[in-house]
Each structure stands twice: as structure tokens, then as C-alpha cells.
């Protein structure tokens, strides 16, 4: 991973920005989705692609390359809009989510896009398949590593928890999980659903090593992954701390939103936001 220096670090803000307006006018144009984990994981994605993530669009089916897992497949938009900045598909084919035919499904569908590792849709069986992956890289001795995304609702599942188990049991130390942790699901806030805490102290009992960060703070995420990879004795788990629906005010933080796309005057009003603040950070990039 190269250095991440202030110029690429004001880049990938920048990106981030521009990936969140991608997925406002996906969900306008589907209209249906999810609106506030995609947006609340822009920052993330965005430095796995453009930074983290050891891979070639070119080359999809790179053997050496890194893998990334998205377990809560529903927050696909903003795993198509930073893979189509990246150079997998073409721009235009975003507006094409969810439709008839269409290679961009509300869920990822492996086979059907280059650059998709795993079909996703069951919660809570993200983890099992990186996992599946980290042990066959172990046995063949490659040096790839495995980024399994996932939700905090879906901790609700008792088979992401065998996964636990079992990574945590085999070292499987080139698996590094980031969990979006905005404290929302469908029905409402996660402690009220089912609470999670102590999350942290969970995972540490089942052998892993955890940090935790602001998961919009693009030096915090970069710093976290490059830590997961210093550590060779057990997996890594990165609780991403995100404000769902971040950049559209209206959004941030409800729930309501989690499964709700915006209207053509919602998206208008969301567009605007994200542009002025985009022009916010380009003039202090300059």
C-alpha cells in the first residue's frame, strides 16, 4: 500500500463525495434500495478501492489479488459506484440498478460483474465465505488478503458468529472485517432490536484483534487496515463508527432510511447538499 499523502488523502475525500452523488442518483433512477448504509459507507469504500485494496480492474480475475466480501449485499450502490470509478463498468451502467436485466441487482451476483467475489443476499454469511476464502489462501500460501464487509444488524445472525468462531480458531490473520456500525436496521435502532454491546469485548473473546474507529475519517481507515495487516497471529476486526445517510442532512441518522430511496425532490435537495459540500472541499484542496 502506498503512502498516504495529503494530496491523495484530499483526493480520496473528494471521491467520497462524488461516489455518495453516484448513489443518490442510482436510487432516484431505481426507484427502490437503500439509501442510508451506502451513503454511510462512501469513505470506506473509497479508500478500499482507490487505496487499500490490492487489485486491477483490467484484470478481475487476478489471481494475487486482494478479495473484498460484501456480506449486507443491500448496500450494494455504493460498492457499484466506487468499483465503476475505479474503471470495472462503464459510468452510465449505474443507472441501470435494479432493473430488468441489468448487471447491477439489488443484490451482487457473482459471475454476472467483473470484480464481484461472492453473491450476496442471506445476512450474516459474509464472514463464512471469507472465511472459506482465508483458509484456502493459507493452504496454498498465498499472500492475498480478504476484506469481508459487514453489518452491525446483521450480528443479529447465529451463523456470522460461527464464523467468528472459526476464523478466530484458525489465526486466519489475512482476513480483515470492517463492520459498519451506525446503530440502525429496518425496524429501528440495534440496541433496541437486540443489542450488541459490548461488541468489542465479543469479538476479543473469540480471538480477535479489534480496533475501532471513525469510520469517515479516511487516515483512521487507511491506518486500521494497514495495523490488520501487521498482525500475524489473528484476524482483525475494525468497528467503522458511521453516521448513516452522511452528506444529506435529512438523512443522517434514521433509520427510516435504511430501506427507503429517495423521491426526484428528495434526491434534488440531496444532490444539492453533496455538491455545495463537494465544492467545500475542492477549494480547500487547492
Same mark, same amino acid.
Given at each position: 500500500?502506498?503512502?498516504?499523502?495529503?494530496?491523495?488523502?484530499?483526493?480520496?475525500?473528494?471521491?467520497?463525495?462524488?461516489?455518495?452523488?453516484?448513489?443518490?442518483?442510482?436510487?432516484?433512477?431505481?426507484?427502490?434500495?437503500?439509501?442510508?448504509?451506502?451513503?454511510?459507507?462512501?469513505?470506506?469504500?473509497?479508500?478500499?478501492?482507490?487505496?487499500?485494496?490490492?487489485?486491477?480492474?483490467?484484470?478481475?480475475?487476478?489471481?494475487?489479488?486482494?478479495?473484498?466480501?460484501?456480506?449486507?449485499?443491500?448496500?450494494?450502490?455504493?460498492?457499484?459506484?466506487?468499483?465503476?470509478?475505479?474503471?470495472?463498468?462503464?459510468?452510465?451502467?449505474?443507472?441501470?440498478?435494479?432493473?430488468?436485466?441489468?448487471?447491477?441487482?439489488?443484490?451482487?451476483?457473482?459471475?454476472?460483474?467483473?470484480?464481484?467475489?461472492?453473491?450476496?443476499?442471506?445476512?450474516?454469511?459474509?464472514?463464512?465465505?471469507?472465511?472459506?476464502?482465508?483458509?484456502?489462501?493459507?493452504?496454498?500460501?498465498?499472500?492475498?488478503?480478504?476484506?469481508?464487509?459487514?453489518?452491525?444488524?446483521?450480528?443479529?445472525?447465529?451463523?456470522?458468529?460461527?464464523?467468528?468462531?472459526?476464523?478466530?480458531?484458525?489465526?486466519?490473520? +489475512? %482476513?480483515? #472485517? @470492517?463492520? =459498519?456500525?451506525? $446503530?440502525?436496521?429496518?425496524?429501528? /435502532?440495534?440496541?433496541?432490536?437486540?443489542?450488541?454491546?459490548?461488541?468489542?469485548?465479543?469479538?476479543?473473546?473469540?480471538?480477535?484483534?479489534?480496533?475501532?474507529?471513525?469510520?469517515? +475519517? %479516511?487516515? #483512521? @481507515?487507511? =491506518?486500521?487496515? $494497514?495495523?490488520?495487516?501487521?498482525? /500475524?497471529?489473528?484476524?482483525?476486526?475494525?468497528?467503522?463508527?458511521?453516521?448513516?445517510?452522511?452528506?444529506?442532512?435529512?438523512?443522517?441518522?434514521?433509520?427510516?432510511?435504511?430501506?427507503?430511496?429517495?423521491?426526484?425532490?428528495?434526491?434534488?435537495?440531496?444532490?444539492?447538499?453533496?455538491?455545495?459540500?463537494?465544492?467545500?472541499?475542492?477549494?480547500?484542496?487547492?
Amino acid at each position: 500500500m502506498e503512502i498516504l499523502h495529503e494530496k491523495k488523502l484530499k483526493f480520496l475525500e473528494a471521491m467520497a463525495n462524488i461516489v455518495r452523488q453516484d448513489i443518490v442518483e442510482m436510487l432516484v433512477e431505481a426507484g427502490s434500495g437503500h439509501s442510508a448504509g451506502p451513503l454511510g459507507m462512501a469513505d470506506i469504500f473509497t479508500a478500499l478501492y482507490f487505496h487499500i485494496l490490492n487489485h486491477d480492474p483490467k484484470k478481475p480475475d487476478w489471481a494475487d489479488r486482494d478479495r473484498l466480501v460484501l456480506s449486507n449485499g443491500h448496500i450494494c450502490p455504493v460498492l457499484y459506484a466506487t468499483m465503476a470509478r475505479a474503471g470495472y463498468f462503464p459510468l452510465e451502467e449505474l443507472k441501470t440498478l435494479r432493473k430488468l436485466g441489468s448487471r447491477l441487482q439489488g443484490h451482487p451476483h457473482r459471475g454476472t460483474l467483473p470484480g464481484i467475489e461472492t453473491t450476496s443476499g442471506p445476512l450474516g454469511s459474509g464472514l463464512s465465505q471469507a472465511a472459506g476464502m482465508a483458509l484456502a489462501a493459507k493452504m496454498d500460501r498465498k499472500k492475498y488478503n480478504i476484506y469481508c464487509l459487514m453489518s452491525d444488524g446483521e450480528h443479529d445472525t447465529g451463523n456470522l458468529w460461527e464464523a467468528v468462531l472459526f476464523a478466530g480458531k484458525n489465526r486466519l490473520s +489475512n %482476513i480483515t #472485517a @470492517i463492520i =459498519d456500525r451506525n $446503530n440502525i436496521q429496518i425496524d429501528g /435502532f440495534t440496541e433496541d432490536v437486540m443489542p450488541l454491546e459490548p461488541l468489542r469485548d465479543k469479538y476479543e473473546s473469540f480471538g480477535w484483534h479489534v480496533l475501532e474507529i471513525d469510520g469517515h +475519517n %479516511i487516515e #483512521a @481507515i487507511v =491506518d486500521a487496515c $494497514n495495523e490488520a495487516k501487521a498482525v /500475524f497471529e489473528k484476524p482483525t476486526v475494525i468497528i467503522a463508527h458511521t453516521i448513516p445517510g452522511k452528506g444529506v442532512s435529512f438523512m443522517e441518522a434514521d433509520y427510516l432510511w435504511h430501506g427507503m430511496p429517495p423521491n426526484k425532490e428528495q434526491a434534488r435537495k440531496a444532490l444539492h447538499e453533496l455538491r455545495t459540500l463537494g465544492g467545500k472541499i475542492k477549494s480547500e484542496h487547492e
